[in-house]
């Protein structure tokens, strides 16, 4: 069963394909649904994919497609003759499959990595300080990512606040892409937890017994830390950029 939410938002997009022949843009959902932020939108849409009623098609911008509607509702047939829509079970878009060994089980994936050429991974949110990892987790909201930047493990996505990090190519306004674990060479960039409160991400070095914090800025001061304040929460294995 669907939510009234669920509801009116599968309806308002299957009426914008029938009208326009491509799906509303999130800006479009947010009004029609009377939501205050896009955010509201990621999470229905994950929702009604997880249920069946909906499909995304990688690598596509505004690409959703309305597999079924809810039993109690008949198509919708326009007064007016129209074109022949082609059935939904053989789309005109065939995206290219990754193939490999991917982990059979990567937390927080909605498709398998061997299967599709993206996969979804949970957006932790904006990366700032005075706030453990956890507590940044948006439970609905996702960001697809390349297959090909994943391997073995489990990962996540946050997004990145500040400049301290610019000249190693990661800028305000980023999104990261964090293999979860809590060992990391020496030189990884990580998201490391200080002091059990402060969540940044840096570069990591070792010096002794030491642990030091590096900014890819000159205008930061490199913070060094004691080992027992500093624990790693992942490692950077990519970045995803929208121009």
């Not at 308002?12 to 491509?22: C, E, M, P």
């Amino acid at each position: 069963m669907l939510t009234r939410k669920q509801h009116e938002l599968l309806i308002f997009i299957d009426k914008h394909l029938r009208a326009t022949g491509f799906s509303p843009s999130f800006e479009e959902m947010k009004d029609a649904l009377k939501l205050k932020s896009k955010s509201g939108i990621h999470r229905l849409i994950t929702a009604l994919e997880e249920r069946g009623f909906l499909r995304r098609r990688a690598h596509r911008a505004r690409a959703l497609e309305v597999i079924r509607l809810p039993e109690n509702i008949a198509p919708r047939r326009s007064a007016e003759p129209q074109a022949p829509t082609p059935p939904a079970a053989a789309p005109v878009f065939s995206p290219n499959v990754i193939h490999g060994r991917f982990a059979p089980n990567l937390a927080g994936v909605q498709r398998a990595a061997n299967e599709a050429a993206a996969v979804q991974l949970p957006l932790y949110g904006r990366i700032a300080a005075g706030l453990p990892i956890e507590a940044l987790r948006d439970s609905g909201t996702s960001v697809e990512v390349p297959a090909a930047l994943l391997a073995n493990g489990e990962h996540y996505a946050l997004e990145v606040s500040g400049d301290s990090m610019v000249e190693a190519g990661i800028l305000d306004g980023d999104t990261v892409i964090i293999r979860r674990g809590d060992i990391a060479d020496n030189g990884s960039i990580v998201v490391a937890l200080v002091d059990e409160n402060e969540v940044t991400l840096k570069r990591l070095r070792r010096k002794g017994n030491s642990i030091a914090l590096e900014p890819a800025n000159p205008r930061y001061e490199t913070r060094i830390f004691g080992p027992d304040r500093v624990k790693v929460q992942g490692r950077l294995v990519g970045l995803l950029r929208r121009y």
